[in-house]
């Protein structure tokens, strides 16, 4: 097995889902994030994406229904759908024990999109000149803006501590990326491919953070029956959807140069430290309300597209 391109996967999986939310913007700096939360969500994204491969449903579609399975992690190990965010109270407040904003923020966009579908996209783009995603330099340039907003808001717009961020998070994929184009002469999303007995060890060390935080993270049990039959429910969205959509591949859409990323990184850079000296948590606000708006619509467009699949 290739490790290089697992190894580039983990460390874009961050810089998506933990640096671009706030989540963990100085991750390279510390040891718990390296070993622990890299762990989750590179056990998680090759997890899943090994299951749409040996049920040969790897559209972006059905990634996403696997992508809302996903996100569920939160609410048993980090616990932020059930409590919110530490220290904070929920959002939007809770009904019952769920935390509204936090779940349908995590849960229906920045997990299936940020965690798992966009890694999966970059790693694609930058090792094949290929994307299973259409019009991806315009998804980077968005995405670019949002990261920006988000993690400038996180570190109180701080325009050093964005910078610091920013150079530290990407200068080690950009390390990875120069030793792996020297290793490999051609990429393909099959070498990530796992054997059975890989698979099985993947899957076991992504379920020993379940297992251990649950009971003792943040001192609170899911002990509402509402609430874990929300939680149930999404389970069952994101592998009924996932089963319901027909197995199929991915179009691939080939790119002569890759130059977009570059000036997707201006911008995320540009536009966070401009952003920094202009604070105002307005923007920020906007921007989870847009994102919580788009997920929502996503969620009903994938289950609706999924309906209409199996029935034609």
Request: no cysteine; aromatic share 16%.
């Amino acid at each position: 097995m290739n490790l290089f391109p697992i190894i580039i996967l983990a460390v874009i999986n961050m810089f998506f889902a933990e640096v671009l939310s706030g989540s963990s913007p100085f991750w390279v700096f510390v040891p718990e994030s390296i070993i622990i939360t890299t762990t989750i969500y590179l056990t998680h994204t090759l997890f899943f994406y090994n299951i749409a491969v040996r049920f040969r449903r790897e559209t972006i579609v059905h990634l996403y229904f696997l992508g809302i399975v996903y996100g569920l992690y939160e609410a048993w190990i980090t616990k932020v759908i059930v409590v919110g965010y530490i220290n904070t109270d929920p959002i939007l407040g809770s009904f019952h024990q769920i935390a509204i904003a936090e779940f349908i923020l995590l849960v229906l966009f920045w997990h299936p999109i940020m965690s798992f579908i966009m890694p999966l996209a970059t790693i694609r783009v930058l090792l094949a000149k290929d994307s299973f995603i259409p019009k991806i330099n315009i998804i980077y340039y968005i995405t670019a803006i949002i990261g920006a907003i988000i993690l400038a808001a996180y570190l109180n717009f701080n325009p050093i501590n964005f910078i610091v961020s920013s150079v530290s998070t990407l200068a080690v994929p950009t390390v990875i990326y120069i030793l792996t184009m020297k290793k490999m002469d051609r990429f393909s999303l099959d070498q990530l491919k796992l054997s059975n007995k890989a698979l099985i060890i993947v899957f076991t060390i992504m379920l020993i953070p379940y297992v251990y935080t649950f009971p003792i993270f943040r001192d609170q049990p899911l002990v509402d029956s509402i609430t874990l039959m929300i939680i149930l429910l999404f389970y069952l969205i994101g592998i009924v959807g996932f089963f319901i959509l027909p197995p199929a591949l991915p179009e691939y859409y080939s790119y002569k140069s890759i130059g977009f990323i570059m000036k997707a990184i201006a911008i995320f850079f540009s536009f966070g430290v401009i952003l920094s000296f202009i604070p105002t948590n307005l923007i920020l606000i906007l921007t989870f309300a847009i994102l919580m708006t788009i997920g929502t619509f996503i969620l009903i467009f994938s289950i609706i597209f999924a309906i209409i699949k199996r029935i034609t």
